[in-house]
């Protein structure tokens, strides 16, 4: 976890290697998740790869209760399997249906979840500037309440939210349309094939909304005191709009998407390193 988004914010502090693409073309590998994390360990030792993990740990803890909290109050009937045998607006309406449903419980337990979420992000970005700013939850929060008020424990949430919002609208309906329309009942497979869709569609849409995922997180450290969160590593954004045409610029929108093989772009490559 914190490879990974030290790899979005775009600290690289090792040089990147040449290889060869699959045409055999040379380009430039940004060092892959076990490189990477072995720097962390030399730095930090074994309890650096745990950095924020608390503050994480509790925030997927409120995230799993609040979603349990709210099925219970707003139960969803009717939670049938759909499938082309169905009429085609019935079908349609259920997913419709429950889509709505499971919307709504990400939102809520997005919005619980997000504070915990904030802070354990920024416990992890301290290892790019060596800060003890954020050493505990509680301390944490009484820092944020004082220096930025209520807004600060939300700091990312909209792109979060929307990020949520288009994955789970798009995955839920270009599965039933496949399921629908392109997996016949005639064929003696039809049923694996429909309970594996959704779950090839989730990969798929993730990576299309893996961009509103790196803004949220960019926000949530940006112009808070960290050096990661300062020029020159990042300006100090306006909002998550200026934040999303900054990177488009850069072409870094999908920056920290691979843990492996992580090509080395050109403006990328000059980033300031310790």
Not at 101 to 125: D, Y
Not at 168 to 182: E, K, Q, V
Request: charged letters at 20%.
């Amino acid at each position: 976890l914190l490879t990974k988004f030290l790899s979005q914010v775009g600290h690289e502090p090792l040089p990147p290697t040449i290889g060869r693409n699959v045409l055999g073309r040379k380009v430039l590998y940004l060092p892959g998740f076990f490189t990477y994390a072995r720097h962390i360990v030399e730095v930090d030792g074994k309890r650096g790869l745990f950095r924020g993990l608390t503050p994480r740990l509790i925030s997927s803890t409120l995230s799993t209760i609040t979603r349990g909290s709210v099925k219970k109050a707003f139960p969803l009937e009717d939670m049938e399997h759909v499938s082309n045998k169905d009429d085609v607006k019935t079908s349609l309406r259920k997913v419709v249906k429950e889509t709505s449903h499971e919307m709504m419980m990400q939102c809520v337990s997005r919005v619980v979840s997000h504070p915990l979420h904030v802070i354990s992000m920024r416990c992890m970005v301290q290892f790019v500037g060596r800060e003890v700013k954020y050493s505990g939850v509680f301390s944490a929060i009484g820092r944020i309440f004082k220096e930025e008020g209520i807004l600060g424990f939300f700091v990312g949430l909209v792109p979060h939210i929307l990020g949520d919002v288009i994955f789970l609208w798009c995955c839920n309906l270009l599965a039933h349309f496949i399921n629908t329309y392109a997996v016949d009942d005639n064929f003696s497979q039809a049923s694996v094939i429909r309970s594996y869709t959704k779950f090839v569609m989730g990969i798929a849409v993730s990576m299309l909304t893996y961009p509103f995922l790196l803004v949220g997180d960019l926000m949530a450290v940006n112009n808070c005191g960290l050096r990661a969160g300062l020029p020159p590593y990042a300006p100090a954004f306006a909002s998550w709009i200026h934040c999303w045409r900054y990177l488009s610029a850069q072409g870094q929108l999908f920056r920290g998407s691979s843990l492996l093989f992580r090509r080395a772009p050109v403006p990328a490559a000059s980033f300031p390193i310790d």
